[in-house]
């Protein structure tokens, strides 16, 4: 039981570190024509970013930027409500709190990267001809699979 728990505690810490990098870096797009890449924040061309995207004036953009954010402190807070119920809580009880709030985080992913997909990932709304998804929004679909697996086992598992 305990390498279990230290498992899913390593995944917890793995997914955190993830979706920060995931929302912080600017590679969500990638142009095929020019080493070009655009995320959430910035547009980066032959290595000078800057904030001007084409884009960052539209509701759908900072709907991903609110719910990435969300995400984090989301998945943060039940990190922490993790370790602090490993350690008060009685033998026999679950993680249910822990769980709710890593399912609230797998949410907000859902969410997320759902709009962003919708509205940028058919190139028509971004500003590259030629292009593909860069490893930020790989990065974020793997958060939300761990996200769900870790709320799930939060949830089924007891303190022993």
Request: hydrophobic share 55%.
């Given at each position: 039981m305990l390498v279990?728990?230290a498992?899913?505690?390593?995944?917890h810490?793995a997914?955190?570190?993830?979706?920060?990098?995931?929302?912080?870096?600017?590679?969500w797009?990638v142009?095929d024509?020019v080493p070009a890449?655009?995320?959430?924040?910035k547009?980066?061309?032959n290595?000078?970013c800057?904030f001007?995207?084409t884009?960052?004036?539209?509701?759908?953009?900072?709907?991903v930027?609110?719910?990435?954010?969300?995400?984090?402190i989301?998945s943060?807070?039940s990190?922490?409500?993790?370790?602090?119920?490993?350690f008060?809580?009685?033998?026999?009880?679950?993680?249910f709190?822990s769980?709710?709030t890593m399912?609230v985080c797998?949410l907000?992913?859902m969410?997320?990267?759902s709009?962003y997909?919708?509205?940028y990932a058919n190139n028509?709304e971004?500003f590259y001809?030629?292009?593909?998804h860069?490893?930020?929004?790989i990065?974020?679909w793997?958060?939300f699979?761990?996200?769900f697996?870790?709320?799930?086992?939060?949830?089924?598992l007891?303190?022993?």
């Open positions: 279990l728990l498992g899913i505690f390593v995944v810490i997914t955190v570190i993830m979706l920060f990098v995931s929302t912080i870096a600017n590679v797009v142009s024509v890449s655009a995320g959430l924040w547009n980066c061309t290595g000078d800057s001007d995207l884009y960052g004036h539209e509701d759908a953009l900072k709907a930027q609110a719910f990435m954010i969300l995400a984090i989301f943060v807070i990190l922490l409500v993790f370790v602090f119920q490993l008060t809580m009685e033998k026999g009880n679950r993680f709190l769980g709710a399912l797998w907000c992913i969410v997320g990267v709009i997909t919708h509205h028509s971004t001809e030629s292009s593909h860069g490893y930020c929004f990065l974020t793997i958060c699979c761990f996200s697996i870790i709320g799930i086992l939060y949830l089924v007891r303190k022993k």
